[in-house]
């Protein structure tokens, strides 16, 4: 495998350095290997499931494309179980972090990748929808040492890792996937809490490559998205760092409807970035060839082109060195992987109070489903993303509690349904809800439904309320009225039954919250 030099390189192959190629349909995979046969393209995104493509790609590249899939949960489609960042922090042992990358990287490396846009390093500040799963900590030390963990499993792979979202600054709620979204974080704000994983990392020679954020940061740059500002671009270069920048994908609302795409790329270039995400649903030559005209236009120079080609170049070359050594996942690896479904559950209760029921009550559990579920099939948002799941729960309930009363109540719930559950619940001694929130992008919220907080609230005021069990993110318990003990177990399947288990005594609660919630 040849390594390339900038020197020898057209425009075009330089603009195609800068350049990464969604490949996504069977055009765009054609245009795709025409421009990695000229040499003319910097990195490619393939889903794990196309096959066919990633073959198609390896095949014509003889020099070092980086090739990357994004694996913030885990490797796509691999039958281990999801994991997020959030269900990890609450495990709060190194040991959790390393494993989880090792799944990573084994399989990814063995499907064809050489890296991935991860961790993510933002810090949180606030219950920031759809991105809270994706958080370490609200703790810069922490995050920091978290996803030095991660990175130093995939640099001894030869795997490449990304810092994201830079420069962070999630400090207002909402969800730049849909609408364009701003902070008010000072530069100075930043360097003292956004900016110290970064920081962190680059001491540590472990952040080859970051991934910018859309938001605007008004006290910084308030006419210009934080991707084309050359302001908000130039604190990490002031920083001393020289790696590749990527941009986040242009496909996001936050950018599109104020920039469109036909000069976009340019400016994003032209800020200080090194490779830019077209839109995923623009045709790959069609995006290329608004990236060359920009180049044509002066929207961005020569300087800019090579100092941005070179770093990418270097990049590629870095990641062709083969390692003296890959890890390889073992069974041990897999046990231990398998129990952070079990040790991340956490639990909160009052004072002196055990997170064990008392067995000699008997119970009623109401378990929130999404609307479409029925109990003779499954649910389907939530199946499809298969990670919340009502049966479940249902079986391990009545496998531990062989008396206990079951309801199903829908996430937004009839009146009938509401007065189901609330006069069922005074046939019983006390009553345990089940709740969940579903996350995803362009989903706008991941909290409760207003209708199940009433729910919620109105068996709290009974006092018949006696455990919350809560699955997704945490901050969406901070309306509910007070509850004396609250499970929380995360987005892992598995913590769900475990989170049962706590509640009935048999295991201990272990894991602890990895942000500060507000609990009433």
């Not at 890959?326 to 559950?345: G, H, M, N, P, R």
């Not at 068996?459 to 901070?478: I, M, Y």
Request: charged residues 25%; aromatic residues 10%.
């Amino acid at each position: 495998m040849q390594q390339l030099k900038l020197e020898n390189l057209t425009t075009e192959q330089k603009l195609g350095m800068l350049y990464c190629s969604r490949c996504n349909t069977d055009e765009n995979l054609e245009y795709t290997v025409e421009l990695i046969k000229k040499h003319a393209l910097g990195s490619v995104q393939i889903a794990p499931h196309k096959k066919e493509y990633m073959r198609r790609v390896r095949e014509a590249a003889d020099y070092p494309l980086l090739i990357i899939c994004d694996t913030e949960s885990g490797f796509p489609g691999s039958e281990k179980q999801p994991m997020s960042l959030m269900a990890l922090s609450a495990c709060n042992k190194p040991e959790f972090f390393e494993v989880f990358a090792k799944a990573i990287v084994t399989e990814a490396r063995a499907a064809g990748y050489n890296g991935t846009w991860g961790p993510v390093v933002d810090v949180l500040n606030c219950n920031s929808p759809c991105s809270v799963f994706r958080h370490f900590s609200d703790d810069p030390d922490r995050v920091g040492k978290g996803a030095e963990v991660m990175c130093k499993v995939y640099a001894r792979n030869g795997y490449m890792s990304c810092g994201k979202h830079y420069p962070g600054g999630c400090d207002k709620p909402f969800d730049d996937h849909m609408a364009p979204t701003s902070s008010g974080c000072t530069a100075e704000m930043l360097k003292e809490r956004d900016l110290r994983p970064y920081q962190y990392l680059m001491d540590r020679d472990l952040l080859p490559s970051i991934m910018t954020s859309h938001r605007v940061f008004e006290q910084i740059d308030p006419d210009n998205s934080g991707t084309i500002s050359p302001k908000v671009q130039g604190l990490i270069r002031d920083m001393g760092w020289n790696g590749v920048c990527f941009t986040d994908s242009f496909a996001m609302l936050s950018v599109l409807q104020k920039y469109g795409e036909e000069k976009v790329l340019g400016l994003a270039i032209a800020a200080g970035n090194d490779i830019v995400l077209p839109n995923y649903r623009t045709r790959t030559e069609d995006s290329f060839h608004h990236l060359m005209q920009n180049y044509a236009d002066g929207i961005f120079s020569e300087e800019r082109l090579n100092e941005s080609a070179k770093r990418v170049i270097d990049l590629q070359n870095r990641l062709a060195q083969i390692p003296e050594a890959v890890d390889v996942f073992t069974a041990e690896d897999q046990v231990l992987y398998d129990s952070i479904a079990k040790e991340c559950v956490t639990a909160v209760t009052d004072a002196g109070l055990s997170p064990a029921l008392d067995p000699n009550k008997s119970k009623l559990f109401i378990i929130l489903t999404d609307n479409s579920f029925a109990v003779d099939k499954d649910a389907m948002e939530t199946a499809t993303s298969e990670w919340y799941r009502p049966h479940r729960i249902a079986e391990k309930i009545k496998e531990i509690y062989p008396d206990a009363g079951i309801e199903f109540l829908p996430e937004f719930p009839s009146h009938n349904d509401n007065q189901r559950v609330l006069v069922a619940s005074t046939e019983y001694d006390e009553t345990i809800f089940v709740s969940f929130c579903v996350t995803n992008a362009y989903l706008g919220t991941d909290g409760l439904t207003r209708r199940a907080e009433a729910v919620i609230n109105a068996l709290s005021l009974t006092g018949n309320l006696t455990a919350l069990l809560h699955f997704g993110n945490p901050f969406a318990v901070e309306e509910l009225f007070h509850i004396p003990r609250i499970v929380f177990g995360y987005d892992i399947p598995d913590a769900q039954l475990y989170a049962i288990d706590v509640l009935a005594g048999t295991i201990p609660a272990n894991g602890t919250l990895p942000f500060k919630v507000n609990l009433k």
